[in-house]
Nanobody
Framework: QVQLVESGGGLVQPGGSLRLSCAASGFTLDSYNIGWLRQVPGKEREGVACIGTTDGSAVYASSVRGRFTISKDNVKNMVFLEMNDLKPKDTAVYYC?????????????????WGQGTQVTVSS
């Protein structure tokens, strides 16, 4: 049974940093591409970053490129999202999720298994 558990969210001031973690179980990270997505109440879930199964290749939404970095530890079976220079518009619930897509994807409809999410609030 696939299970994803996010942690690391919280309240941070604009310009600050946070590191989100996603603990995966029931599968290994070389089985699926993994993504981080976020959602603001009343809006669709937005893909933020996606990392590949083997070579660590990644794609990012233009809104976070250069500020966020996705990475993973295949030994610990964990995925991370390092977020720097955070802005109030980054406030959202952040989810990690798996996709069967063989291509790196930011489309939320391509994701099949989701964690429960972790809240990130950027405010002074």
């Amino acid at each position: 049974q696939v299970q994803l558990v996010e942690s690391g969210g919280g309240l941070v001031q604009p310009g600050g940093s946070l590191r989100l973690s996603c603990a995966a179980s029931g599968f290994t990270l070389d089985s699926y591409n993994i993504g981080w997505l976020r959602q603001v109440p009343g809006k669709e879930r937005e893909g933020v970053a996606c990392i590949g199964t083997t070579d660590g290749s990644a794609v990012y939404a233009s809104s976070v490129r250069g500020r966020f970095t996705i990475s993973k530890d295949n030994v610990k079976n964990m995925v991370f999202l390092e977020m720097n220079d955070l802005k109030p518009k980054d406030t959202a619930v952040y989810y990690c999720a798996t996709t069967l897509s063989l291509q790196l994807t930011l489309k939320s409809g391509n994701y099949i298994d989701w964690g429960q999410g972790t809240q990130v609030t950027v405010s002074s």
